[in-house]
């Protein structure tokens, strides 16, 4: 039962750990984020892979093969 209470404590200890280090943290308002935000997405538009797409050429992830089902 000993192993199952110190599991307990050091899992309470780790959160309390957590919490501190974001109680720490500076925070900014979102109104004040969300124009740079909206900024930086335009900036980068050209090469945003999710908005330009991937050439064939050089998709990494691109089948070699094609899969046939007989």
Known sequence: MSGHSSNSVIQAQKLV??????????????????GDLVRFCQDHRRSDPLLTGIA????????????VLL
């Open 17 to 34: 750990d957590q919490l501190r280090v974001e109680a720490c943290m500076e925070r900014i308002k979102i109104s004040l984020t969300a």
């Open 56 to 67: 064939a050429s050089s998709n990494p992830f691109k089948d070699k093969k094609t899969c």
